[in-house]
T-cell receptor
Framework: ETGVTQTPRHLVMGMTNKKSLKCEQH?????MYWYKQSAKKPLELMFV???????ENNSVPSRFSPECPNSSHLFLHLHTLQPEDSALYLC???????????FGPGTRLTVT | AQSVTQLGSHVSVSEGALVLLRCNYS??????LFWYVQYPNQGLQLLLK??????LVKGINGFEAEFKKSETSFHLTKPSAHMSDAAEYFC?????????????FGKGTHLIIQP
């Protein structure tokens, strides 16, 4: 595998479920990001990890919980989501913050 | 702090015509600038970037952009549009390597190609 991969590509979950999104980068990068992209809204930065340390949390509700066990993997744990959380969730990585970011294909999440 | 403004949420051009997507930025330090393209239900793909040096940068798929410091602009152009260019385009700015704020994205421009 090359680049940035995300699994699953599609996810449907009820409001009481717990699920996790996975992101893996094969580029040797040191920074990883979670973004939310909703229809007709700008790209929203959710979390930033730099050298495995969380450096940014853009006022994201606690029902979203990130985890970065090593510099190659990033997870987004989801629980008790709301229908308005339905969106495309994108993971990205970069060598350092400020460098160009490389994006995964995204996970299309639908909350019912 | 940094910001990006993309003029026009939708741009429509005829196949074979010039494509011009506008991007203006603000940054307190010399910026790094980027253009990304996104096809439906896919991630963002880097088209081109400006860091330092030559102000006219060439990217993939025949696109290019010119950094104009005096105008704080980084407009994206392509001489002749192709149907496959229909997509969402995002301009982004950063404060360079190690910049604490990472990338700041514009709201995107949807490019429509008329046959």
């Amino acid at each position: 595998e090359t680049g940035v991969t995300q699994t699953p590509r599609h996810l449907v979950m009820g409001m009481t479920n717990k699920k996790s999104l996975k992101c893996e980068q094969h580029l040797g990068h040191n920074a990883m990001y979670w973004y939310k992209q909703s229809a007709k809204k700008p790209l929203e930065l959710m979390f930033v990890y730099n050298f495995k340390e969380q450096t940014e949390n853009n006022s994201v509700p606690s029902r979203f919980s990130p985890e970065c066990p090593n510099s190659s993997h990033l997870f987004l744990h989801l629980h008790t989501l709301q229908p308005e959380d339905s969106a495309l969730y994108l993971c990205a990585s970069s060598q350092l913050q400020g460098d160009e970011q490389y994006f995964g294909p995204g996970t299309r999440l639908t909350v019912t | 702090a940094q910001s990006v403004t993309q003029l026009g949420s939708h741009v429509s051009v005829s196949e074979g015509a010039l494509v011009l997507l506008r991007c203006n930025y603000s940054s307190s330090v010399p910026p790094y600038l980027f253009w990304y393209v996104q096809y439906p239900n896919q991630g963002l793909q880097l088209l081109l970037k400006y860091t330092t040096g030559a102000t006219l940068v060439k990217g993939i798929n025949g696109f290019e952009a010119e950094f104009k410091k005096s105008e704080t602009s980084f407009h994206l152009t392509k001489p002749s549009a192709h149907m496959s260019d229909a997509a969402e385009y995002f301009c982004a700015v950063s404060e360079g390597r190690g910049g604490a704020d990472g990338l700041t994205f514009g709201k995107g421009t949807h490019l429509i190609i008329q046959p």
